[in-house]
């Protein structure tokens, strides 16, 4: 049987976890300062959830009152400047998204966090009337990670080429790119007749090849491209001696897979 | 005279006894490369940097020129994107023969160290390339010195382009393949 | 051969005949402009811009995906390529923001450097600034005259950390190495260096001008609720009177100690920015003269003391057996922060440059957002050109000094 790995999460994973090892957290506090208290008293029912993180006050919301919490961060408490907007995706461990917003106090320079969870599939509604600046990182949200986004004058993908297949920063995507994404400039330039020509992508940083002409400097002996440097050495398939592996049977076992 | 013998072959029929039509072109061609200013990252801030004042590039003759029908040799500075590999094919193509690539920086030589979706890996997959470039971000005077190797290079080379080989996969089947 | 029609338009052309007259230009992602890879389609009605659609994502690398992919330290020499003109600069806002996330605090000396080392990154970006943007204006001489300064500073960076354009010269907990003999005296001798060429040659040459008066005066006017709305920050928007200085305000390393002005203009043009620029190097070389004679005072510790996150100095890891044992886990697996999220604000010479870390206690990162000040004002490309003209166009791109590698990531 191969090995089971767990399609929902593809980011790399730490190779060593102590299985007793309990993380911290950062540490929380009350909301004490007065002007963070006017905050959470103006928004009332609204939060659902409020505290103080690293000197920030975070404000937990429903995602369907983001505008209105917005609006009154703006024009009752003085949240004028919108400095960053995203989501994390935490659908695999609870089918969700959590979108923050970073809203920033220019005259008393305090910042808070808004932070509300969708479900996968759920749309929220765009602040690009409050806030200039949500034009395009929303449509960098959707890009990266398909959130629509109701109401936005432009939604189009902006970092992405349009035609991209996928969101990219999705835990589901890949680092290296799914099949779409490793063939696509092949395919965009030259069509995909040339996938078997122009050959696949080399994602091992560390593939040597003796005899390569490319990339290796021998300055002072440099030939065309494609000419032969081996001299006369055949290509050998790494072999193994016996006091390395033992009990290696070679005629017993089986390759089941190449190694990539 | 009549014992002296005019070896036409060698000079290409011209009465010089010494230099032959491919010397003269190749000086004419190595010691005037003219770039195409196609910097893309960090790397194309290095290039500007030989370009400039203390690594000046002007003194091998390179000009930076905008535009790719006026440009000899393309210094490819810096990561290839994904979205921006179809036009860095488009202005290779629109370049007039006889044209060189220079790739500089390791995101430009194999995709360096971003190891991702969205990242070319190599602008040998998509441009025939004559010098790679190794360095993250390669010093001024490492370009300056491809740039040397490229003259080098162009002064062995024969007058007569169809001669020259290059690594251009497209053309191994015999179709050149073109962008409209 | 290719025929356009409706249906299918050529690329470039997307709209070949539009009723209007208006014209359909394609300033595309390679230009002389110097500044990246920014695709603007422009819809000219003549000379005059009517519509502009900044087109990005030239230059993603996928640099969010990597850090959820790498540990933290891995992940540093990564953000050296977001802003790489000044890459101090990223460095030192990411490793803050990790090191707000642990909590711990770099020891005096490793904040007088780093200060330093951001002070010079911010002199170098805005040499870079003037240089670009007077090439593209058309006073070439001042690119080749700032890139002569530039330069020495460079040769400053490649002293103290070996680079000259990406540096990593900063880690998470500190700094790596201390400044090597004769560092000071060279940077002391640059400082006034770059004062006496700001004076003399790029004010001297520009801030009387007749020709860069007309080209720049009345450009890229922004008002302060605009600014303020799309996002921007730092020069753009004390450009437009809102005086907001992220290290007088928000205070980090050492800036609360340190005796500097903010300079911030009523103009809200580009002639109001470009003397912004002038008078914020001033400003860094006063500080960076603050700066030298604090050094001596301090302490040699580099890094901080935090062996839970951070690896001991390499002293102690080549002759303590628990200090080697500690480095070998933290180089392979990582350091685990705590779970939760932070966002730390910084002053780029761009801008306010913003990581925010999720951390759910693994050795990688969940999320990492950089909040990039380009990318906003790319965004407000978009309104700022309508109505200008075709030169004034290249004249905005300058101004708002954005840089390709932060805006895509």
């Known amino acids: ?260 | 005279m009549a014992q002296h013998q005019v070896n036409y072959a060698s000079s290409a029929g011209l009465p010089i006894a010494l230099t032959s039509v491919d010397k003269l072109v190749n000086w004419g061609r190595s010691n005037s490369l003219w770039p195409l200013t196609y910097g893309l990252a960090c790397c194309a801030i290095e290039m500007m940097a030989s370009g400039a004042s203390r690594y000046d590039f002007d003194r091998m003759g390179t000009i930076f020129r905008a535009s790719p029908r006026q440009a000899d040799v393309m210094i490819l500075a810096g990561t290839l994107s994904k979205k921006h590999s179809e036009f860095a094919r488009r202005l290779y193509d629109q370049m007039t023969e006889p044209k060189w690539v220079i790739s500089m920086g390791s995101c430009a030589n194999t995709g360096g160290m971003f190891n991702t979706y969205a990242t070319v890996q190599g602008v040998d997959r998509i441009i025939p390339v004559d010098i790679y470039l190794p360095g993250c971000a390669p010093r001024p005077e490492t370009l300056q010195y491809a740039l040397m190797m490229l003259q080098k290079k162009i002064r062995k080379e024969s007058a007569d382009m169809k001669k020259n080989t290059k690594q251009d996969l497209t053309n191994q089947t015999g179709k050149r393949a073109r962008l409209i | 051969m290719q025929v356009a029609n409706k249906l299918t338009p050529f690329f470039e052309n997307l709209n070949f005949e539009r009723d209007d007259n208006t014209m359909v230009i394609n300033f595309g992602p390679q230009h002389p402009s110097a500044h990246g890879q920014l695709r603007l389609v422009l819809e000219l009605d003549g000379e005059q811009v009517v519509k502009a659609y900044p087109d990005i994502g030239y230059l993603h690398r996928g640099i969010e995906k990597m850090a959820e992919n790498m540990t933290y330290n891995e992940f540093l020499p990564t953000t050296d390529r977001l802003d790489y003109i000044a890459s101090t600069s990223n460095n030192y806002a990411y490793a803050l923001a990790v090191e707000k996330l642990i909590g711990v605090e770099a020891p005096r000396r490793a904040q007088v450097i780093r200060t330093m080392l951001l002070e010079l990154n911010r002199v170098i970006s805005h040499l870079f600034f003037i240089a670009t943007h007077a090439l593209d204006v058309g006073a070439m001489s001042v690119f080749l005259y700032a890139f002569r300064e530039r330069e020495f500073a460079m040769d400053l960076m490649e002293d103290y950390c070996g680079a000259r354009l990406t540096h990593s010269a900063v880690r998470i907990g500190g700094v790596p190495l201390d400044l090597p003999a004769g560092w000071l005296e060279n940077i002391a001798a640059f400082c006034d260096k770059v004062d006496y060429e700001v004076e003399h040659t790029y004010e001297a040459l520009l801030t009387e001008n007749r020709i860069w008066k007309m080209r720049l005066e009345d450009v890229g006017v922004i008002s302060a609720e605009d600014a303020l709305n799309w996002g921007c920050t730092g020069p753009m928007l004390r450009g437009s009177g809102v005086k907001y200085d992220i290290r007088k305000e928000e205070p980090y390393e050492l800036y609360s100690e340190l005796d500097f002005d903010i300079p911030v203009s009523e103009r809200c043009d580009s002639y109001g920015r470009y003397r912004l620029y002038m008078e914020e190097i001033r400003q860094s070389t006063r500080m960076i003269r603050q700066l030298i004679p604090m050094y001596a005072e301090t302490e040699p510790q580099l890094m901080a003391h935090a062996p839970q996150y951070i690896s001991a100095t390499k002293e102690e890891i080549m002759t303590q057996n628990y200090a080697l044992m500690q480095h070998f886990v933290l180089v392979t697996q990582g350091m685990r922060p705590p779970k939760g999220e932070v966002y730390v604000p910084t002053e780029s010479p761009k801008g306010e440059l913003g990581f925010y870390i999720k951390s759910e206690g693994e050795p990688y990162a969940y999320r990492l957002k950089c909040r990039a000040p380009s990318f906003f004002h790319t965004g407000l490309l978009q309104e700022l050109l309508v109505g200008t003209y075709i030169a004034d166009v290249v004249t905005i791109i300058g101004t708002t000094n954005i840089v390709f590698g932060e805006v895509d990531r």
């Open chain 1, 1 to 260: 049987m191969r090995k089971y790995v767990p399609k929902d999460n593809v980011q790399g994973k730490s190779y060593y976890t102590d299985r007793y090892w309990v993380a911290p957290r950062v540490p929380r506090s009350e909301v004490e300062d007065a002007h963070f208290a006017s905050v959470v008293t103006a928004l009332g029912d609204l939060a659902k959830e409020t505290y103080v993180e690293l000197g920030q006050l975070v404000v937990h919301i429903d995602a369907t009152t983001n505008f209105a919490v917005l609006k009154t961060l703006k024009e009752k408490c003085g949240y004028t400047q919108c400095s960053e907007q995203s989501a994390v995706d935490y659908l695999a461990k609870d089918g969700e998204f959590e979108l923050f917003y970073q809203l920033l106090n220019v005259n008393e320079a305090k910042r808070v966090r808004v932070v509300c969870r969708i479900k996968k599939g759920e749309a929220i509604e765009s602040v690009q009337p409050l806030f200039k600046s949500a034009n395009f990182a929303e449509r960098e949200m959707f890009d990266m990670f398909g959130i629509k986004v109701n109401n936005h004058p432009f939604l189009k993908r902006i970092i992405m080429p349009d035609d991209w297949e996928g969101h990219p920063l999705l835990k589901t995507y890949p680092l290296f790119g799914d099949e779409f994404a490793s063939w696509y400039e092949v395919d965009k330039i030259f069509g995909k007749e040339y996938r078997d020509i122009i050959g696949p992508e080399n994602r091992d940083p560390a593939k040597v090849d003796r005899h390569d002409t490319k990339r290796f400097s021998r300055i002072g002996y440099e030939v065309p491209f494609g000419a032969d440097i081996s001299e006369g050495e055949k290509e050998q398939a790494v072999e193994y001696s016996e006091t390395f592996l033992v009990n290696y049977n070679k005629k017993g076992s089986k390759q089941l897979d190449e190694r990539k």
